[in-house]
């Protein structure tokens, strides 16, 4: 975290803090339609661009943790910032704020199901929703992918056109393809780790 991020969150209160994270992910979740991608692109906007909480790596960082672990990603994203912005408490409250949207329309939804099913016009808007979602999501791989050409790591731009070409040509599974990546992230930690060593002696 960079000194501007650490000074914004100094100058404020755990209370603060939490009050903030947890009208932040309820307000996120209750307006994001299309998925944890959509909402990953939100948190950004909100918790890196806006509030200065969290720098542009690091959210690229919890994104990855976030998308590489079992669950939504929309509550795993939740669970990494809030951990990463108040500890254990952070992440209830942004549990709880996450889940408490679609758990209320999901409720309504199952009550009144046939009546939304054979409504013409409920069945327009979410065929419209879905383009606009596809846009946003695209908009979230452009950024995310735009961040990993910024680093100007020959390696991570190399891995990152082999991820996609695996998955969408080859159709190896994700899973194998994250559980690769992160097997080469540790390599290349501890790789780094011993070079910086023998600099060092």
């Known amino acids: 975290m960079d000194k501007e991020n650490k000074t914004a969150l100094e100058d404020l209160s755990r209370a603060e803090i939490l009050r903030k994270l947890f009208t932040s992910t309820l307000t996120l979740s209750a307006f994001t339609f299309g998925g944890g991608y959509v909402i990953v692109s939100l948190m950004k906007k909100t918790f890196v661009d806006e509030l200065g909480w969290i720098d542009n790596d690091e959210m690229l960082d919890l994104v990855a943790i976030a998308q590489s672990a079992p669950g939504a990603i929309a509550v795993n994203g939740a669970i990494v910032i809030g951990y990463k912005l108040a500890g254990l408490l952070g992440v209830l409250v942004a549990i709880v704020a996450t889940v408490i949207p679609p758990f209320v329309v999901i409720s309504l939804i199952s009550v009144f199901y046939e009546a939304f099913r054979q409504n013409t016009w409920i069945a327009l808007i979410l065929e419209g929703m879905q383009a606009g979602v596809g846009a946003v999501i695209a908009s979230v791989v452009?950024?995310?992918?735009?961040?990993?050409?910024?680093?100007?790591?020959?390696?991570?731009?190399?891995?990152?056109?082999?991820?996609?070409?695996?998955?969408?040509?080859?159709?190896?599974?994700?899973?194998?393809?994250?559980?690769?990546?992160?097997?080469?992230?540790?390599?290349?930690?501890?790789?780094?780790?011993?070079r910086r060593k023998e600099l060092s002696e």
């Open 142 to 194: 452009f950024d995310m992918g735009a961040q990993v050409f910024h680093s100007k790591n020959r390696l991570m731009i190399a891995v990152m056109f082999l991820a996609f070409f695996a998955n969408y040509f080859l159709e190896i599974n994700v899973v194998v393809i994250i559980g690769v990546a992160a097997l080469l992230g540790i390599v290349l930690f501890f790789v780094d780790k011993h």
